[in-house]
T-cell receptor, first 113, second 113 residues
Framework: EAQVTQNPRYLITVTGKKLTVTCSQN?????MSWYRQDPGLGLRQIYY???????DKGDVPEGYKVSRKEKRNFPLILESPSPNQTSLYFC????????????FGPGTRLTVT | GENVEQHPSTLSVQEGDSAVIKCTYS??????FPWYKQELGKRPQLIID???NVGEKKDQRIAVTLNKTAKHFSLHITETQPEDSAVYFC????????????WGAGTKLIIKP
């Protein structure tokens, strides 16, 4: 089954404790991205990757890191989480970049206390 | 940069009636306009998209219209059904921004029985 998976689905952590949210897709998509979703603000892109070893900042990259060592994986790293990073996070992939259908993962609900 | 405004933020319609959600964009060079549907607790999913070389696109009960002169595009849902209840997001992107997707804030559509 073609899908995008994320782990964990729910995470409660404390300020400053490094965490990683994994994202994996099995569709051989070149393009992957991370979004955060907050009430009233819609979806805001954090980082994206056009291919392996190619990453770039989105609209709200501060406080986040990403890596793309393999085509299928695109982890999101929060080196020192803060309460303002409490949000719902979605990973997405696409076969042709942002001008084509984005396949979203199930989301990760992160709470930073 | 590009800005996408989406209205209304909440729309309540009687089952069987039509619903219209409108988005306006600021960058006249934008040329790709997708609509995503997000059911409660689920991931966003593409329902329809349109490119700037066409003015209208239909898929069963769903249609999207694009007015490039006025820089707005709209989602039309006819004969609404309970399963249409969701949050709908519009977005816009353009070629030379590496197809960066700029998202509207979302419209919560409520279908009243």
């Amino acid at each position: 089954e073609a899908q995008v998976t994320q782990n964990p689905r729910y995470l409660i952590t404390v300020t400053g404790k490094k965490l990683t949210v994994t994202c994996s897709q099995n569709m051989n998509h070149e393009y992957m991205s991370w979004y955060r979703q907050d009430p009233g603000l819609g979806l805001r892109q954090i980082y994206y990757s056009m291919n392996v070893e190619v990453t770039d900042k989105g609209d709200v990259p501060e406080g986040y890191k990403v890596s793309r060592k393999e085509k299928r994986n695109f982890p999101l790293i929060l080196e020192s989480p803060s309460p303002n990073q409490t949000s719902l996070y979605f990973c997405a992939s696409s076969s042709g970049g942002r001008a084509y259908e984005q396949y979203f993962g199930p989301g990760t609900r992160l709470t930073v206390t | 940069g590009e800005n996408v405004e989406q209205h209304p933020s909440t729309l309540s319609v009687q089952e069987g009636d039509s619903a219209v959600i409108k988005c306006t964009y600021s960058d006249s060079a934008s040329n790709y306009f997708p609509w995503y549907k997000q059911e409660l607790g689920k991931r966003p999913q593409l329902i329809i998209d349109i490119r700037s070389n066409v003015g209208e696109k239909k898929d069963q009960r769903i249609a999207v219209t694009l007015n490039k002169t006025a820089k707005h595009f709209s989602l039309h849902i006819t004969e609404t059904q309970p399963e249409d209840s969701a949050v709908y997001f519009c977005a816009a992107s353009r070629w030379d921004s590496n197809y960066q997707l700029i998202w509207g804030a979302g419209t919560k559509l409520i279908i009243k029985p």
